[in-house]
């Protein structure tokens, strides 16, 4: 009986062994729809989907998954999933995780995510396989193009949020008008941040064929969190390129703008430039 049970845990061994040598390791190869769900002090509470690949002949089955997510250096943030979750074989499978960011380190990486087209992220993975209860660990790095990082924060800081709510005229003279352009403005954030400029100009359309004008805010606003937002900006049109615009949304049925400019806030005292490109309609 007990020679049994020592060529059970052999045998045991053995397939594990066998096992941990056959099975490649799965691979982190992108994040994707980042959504910032919390402020909690010092962290960002996220929610975000991770693209991982089996590159396997066969389906794992795995729980407990852990990573630390590094850039430049900085351990910027840490994810787990405890839930089973199934890789299936040679397949990318998209796992929604929660992440929390350490803000203070995140935003000492800000300039460097902001300056380039794309900037690598180290991430360390570990989780345990079913049903022999092996723990892989794996070291992976992953490209980001910032354009790819912004899409769902810039679209949730920015745009649909920005709204036109009313014009009024200060100045007319023969080749272009003054006006306050008045905005609404909904911060979709958990947590409240300082609006330090909002620059940009104003085309027709996204072809940007027609330049009408530009505006310029200068002067700071705090924009709370969760909360909509009034405020104006100077803006000078030129009568022309407005005119023949107007005349032309009248038969095409249009009414949006094309505005491309430059946002910059200020967050936990770090200065934040963030493009704009986008279209506006008046509400």
């Not at 975000?48 to 852990?66: C, V």
């Not at 994810?79 to 960011?101: C, R, S, Y």
């Not at 980001?144 to 810039?154: E, G, Q």
């Not at 940007?208 to 104006?232: C, P, Q």
Request: some cysteine.
């Amino acid at each position: 009986m007990i020679k049994k049970k020592y060529i059970f845990i052999l045998f045991a061994f053995s397939i594990s062994f066998w096992l941990s040598g056959c099975i490649k390791d799965p691979k982190v190869v992108g994040i994707s729809n980042l959504e910032i769900v919390e402020k909690l002090d010092s962290m960002l509470l996220t929610t975000m989907t991770t693209q991982i690949e089996n590159p396997n002949k066969m389906s794992i089955t795995a729980s407990d998954l852990e990573y630390s997510i590094m850039l430049q250096g900085r351990e910027i943030g840490q994810g787990f999933v405890k839930e089973e979750f199934t890789l299936k074989a040679n397949e990318i499978t998209d796992i929604q995780n929660t992440i929390e960011l350490n803000i203070s380190k995140l935003l000492k990486t800000i300039d460097f995510i902001m300056e380039s087209d794309s900037f690598p992220v180290d991430i360390s993975v570990s989780a345990k396989i079913s049903p022999m209860g092996l723990k892989i660990n794996k070291k992976t790095q992953v490209y980001f193009k910032l354009a790819d990082l912004m899409k769902n924060l810039s679209g949730d800081l920015i745009k649909e949020s920005l709204k036109i709510k009313g014009l009024k005229i200060t100045e007319i003279k023969p080749s272009y008008t003054k006006m306050d352009i008045k905005f609404g403005f909904e911060n979709k954030f958990p947590f409240s941040y300082t609006l330090d400029s909002l620059n940009f100009e104003i085309f027709d359309n996204e072809k940007m064929e027609s330049l009408l004008g530009s505006t310029k805010k200068t002067d700071k606003l705090i924009i709370e969190a969760k909360n909509d937002t009034n405020f104006s900006v100077n803006a000078q049109i030129q009568n022309i390129n407005a005119g023949l615009s107007m005349f032309k949304k009248v038969f095409t049925n249009e009414r949006g703008f094309y505005i491309k400019g430059t946002v910059f806030i200020d967050f936990e005292k770090t200065k934040i430039k963030i493009p704009i490109q986008q279209v506006i309609e008046p509400i």
